[in-house]
């Protein structure tokens, strides 16, 4: 069975082996629908919009973990990956704004470090919850792996053995597909020019996720061409400038992935490998621009037992 459609501003596909006639369609749209309302900015009263406009609200308990696990790979990414930096996002103009050459960063500051939630976490779901005075979040660098993790569980409690969950382009998978084969995953090329079916790299999954955080299809040109990425450096609030084109990370689950690969475009490819090498369980794959415009791949010292390509 394959269920696909619209999600998260996205798309999602996922193919599970179940018996004729089984359809878990509807519970898959029901967390779809779920995670929209409540970490969605694009959604006025969503969850995640009533705390950035400073309501003290009861979080659901899914937003509860994506915000507890925001907090864990902060820490472990050395603040690499940090939800508080909704107000640079804002104010650089990356989120449907204007792009702006000037900002005043340090004000901003003010109101970014993920350090001021740790002390107001959230508690017992009895518990309202609300952000340091100021503070807004932004968890679309965590949100979809989480959410491919959520239907990876129901599909695990209906006792189903095979499946490939896609959201976003984050993917998890175990077993085989329908011709008895491990599942196959592409990582794009990182061109504006790609022809579909056309990938860098191909990698064999099994009980394994795969996230990407690439930067290829969203830069501006600074006044020397050079490409000025949608990352935000969360230390100095300014956009980060960088050739690493995109991160591929290999993890046991998708948001530990998807939380990796987005501090990765923080850290630089080498400061990147260096991170991921620190976690047994994660590998990493790096598409880097050179500067006469080719690219060449960098990658961690086990990508290669994933590869196939």
């Not at 103009?93 to 350090?115: C, I, P, Q």
Request: charged share 20%; proline share 3%; hydrophobic share 40%.
């Amino acid at each position: 069975m394959t269920n696909q459609g619209p999600a998260q501003g996205s798309t999602f596909s996922i193919s599970y082996l179940v018996s004729e006639g089984v359809d878990y369609r509807t519970e898959i749209d029901s967390i779809l629908d779920d995670m929209d309302a409540q970490m969605s900015l694009w959604i006025n009263n969503s969850e995640i919009s009533r705390l950035n406009r400073g309501d003290s609200i009861y979080l659901s308990s899914s937003f509860q973990g994506v915000i507890m696990k925001s907090l864990l790979y902060s820490e472990l990414t050395e603040g690499a990956f940090d939800i508080t930096i909704a107000p640079l996002i804002k104010g650089w103009g990356f989120s449907g704004g204007v792009r702006k050459d000037y900002v005043n960063v340090d004000s901003l500051m003010n109101y970014v470090g993920y350090e001021r939630l740790v002390a107001s976490r959230p508690g017992a779901m009895l518990e309202k919850y609300a952000l340091p005075s100021g503070y807004e979040i932004d968890v679309n660098g965590i949100a979809q792996g989480f959410t491919v993790d959520l239907v990876v569980n129901l599909l695990k409690n209906k006792g189903v053995e095979n499946y490939m969950v896609e959201i976003g382009g984050e993917v998890r998978c175990k077993g085989t597909n329908i011709q008895g084969r491990k599942w196959r995953i592409g990582i794009e090329e990182p061109s504006e020019q790609r022809i579909a079916g056309q990938f860098q790299a191909i990698v064999e999954l099994d009980t394994m996720s795969l996230a990407t955080s690439g930067n290829y299809r969203k830069y501006w040109e600074d006044e020397r061409g050079q490409k000025v990425v949608h990352s935000i450096d969360p230390e100095t609030g300014m956009p980060f400038i960088s050739n690493l084109l995109s991160a591929s990370i290999i993890a046991p689950n998708a948001t530990m992935a998807d939380a990796l690969a987005t501090a990765s475009m923080i850290k630089g490819v080498l400061g990147a490998i260096e991170m991921i090498e620190q976690f047994p369980s994660a590998e990493g794959y790096f598409i880097v621009g050179t500067k006469l415009g080719e690219i060449e791949v960098q990658q961690t010292s086990g990508w290669e037992k994933y590869s196939i390509k």
